[in-house]
């Protein structure tokens, strides 16, 4: 369940961002399935990918994670 809020969060700012799955895959250094098994919430990203997707996203990891994650 985990998995599925921060893949929603990330697929949100993804799109509110403008990227493509396909050009923020690109950006981040992953294939497009990857990315889109996080996004689907079938993967758990690691803190680091978290990072990674904030700095790319020009937010901070507080706004990018779900609202009840501690």
Same mark, same amino acid.
């Given at each position: 369940?985990?998995?599925?809020?921060?893949?929603?969060?990330? *697929?949100?700012? !993804?799109?509110?961002?403008?990227?493509?799955? $396909?050009?923020? /895959?690109?950006? =981040?250094? +992953? %294939? #497009?399935?990857?990315?889109?098994?996080?996004? *689907?919430?079938? !993967?758990?990203?690691?803190?680091?990918?978290? $990072?990674?997707? /904030?700095?790319? =996203?020009? +937010? %901070? #990891?507080?706004?990018?994670?779900?609202?009840?994650?501690?």
């Amino acid at each position: 369940m985990e998995a599925e809020k921060w893949g929603r969060r990330i *697929r949100a700012f !993804r799109k509110l961002k403008g990227y493509t799955q $396909e050009s923020f /895959a690109k950006d =981040l250094g +992953v %294939s #497009v399935s990857v990315l889109g098994e996080i996004e *689907r919430g079938n !993967r758990l990203p690691s803190d680091q990918f978290v $990072e990674d997707i /904030a700095n790319a =996203l020009n +937010v %901070s #990891v507080q706004e990018l994670a779900p609202q009840d994650f501690e």
